[in-house]
């Protein structure tokens, strides 16, 4: 289970966001300054921090610098009241991962905290497990159950990419400019033939498949 801590000094919020995070699955630890989010990030170990900026003793963007100079690197979302981009971009620089404005729609607060847990997860582990599928990065490696088989280079960073945001529509030109590189010459067919490919490897997959968009591109769902 995930283990996240939540620094904001409004407590009917603080409460709000750990009912809904544990509700989905989450451990939650809440505290109402980040002094005291720096103390529990020292004693013990969390998956992600949801953070406000405007806080005593601490504000967001303090906290937030000093848990990258004490080599904290897990996931921070930083939740506020600003929304001038002048702010925005203070967060970033301070070493935000991902940033909301209050009033917060918490389910959308849901799907970021989930999507910027996968990501820390594949960063940390260079790896994707979907079903009885992984996909390591390291090798260029698929393993199915049990049997692994090594892709071409292409082939894997294309199926890597799509697999890890399920359900997310890739254009031709997207995959193009992310698998090939901005300035690659290279016809945008290309991506069709190297999806053909990577179909014949996946026709016994039952974890999940790549199916395509017609006009638009392809998406990577489970089955």
Known sequence: MFKILIAE????????????????GYDVVGVDNG????????????????????????????LVRAMRESN?????????AKDAFDDMRMGFL??????????????????????????????????LTIGQTTLECDSMTMIHQGKSSILPQKEF??????ASFPGKIFTRQQLMDEIWGYESETDSHTVDVHIGRLRDRLR???????????GVGYKVIKQ
């Open 204 to 214: 016994d997959n039952e974890d999940f498949r790549i199916v395509t968009m017609r």
């Open 94 to 127: 301070s070493g935000t991962d991902d940033y909301m404005v209050k009033p917060v729609n918490v389910n959308e607060m849901v799907l970021r905290v989930g999507a910027l847990l996968r990501r820390a997860q594949m960063i940390s582990e260079r790896k």
């Open 35 to 62: 002094h005291k989010a720096m103390d529990a990030l020292l004693a013990d170990y969390y998956d992600m921090i949801i953070s406000d900026i405007m806080m005593p003793v601490m504000d967001g963007y303090e």
């Open 157 to 162: 960073m294309l199926l890597y990419k799509m």
């Open 9 to 24: 000094d409004d407590t009917e919020l603080r409460q709000l966001f750990t009912h809904v995070l544990n509700r989905n």
């Open 72 to 80: 904290i690197n897990i996931p921070v979302m930083m939740i506020t």
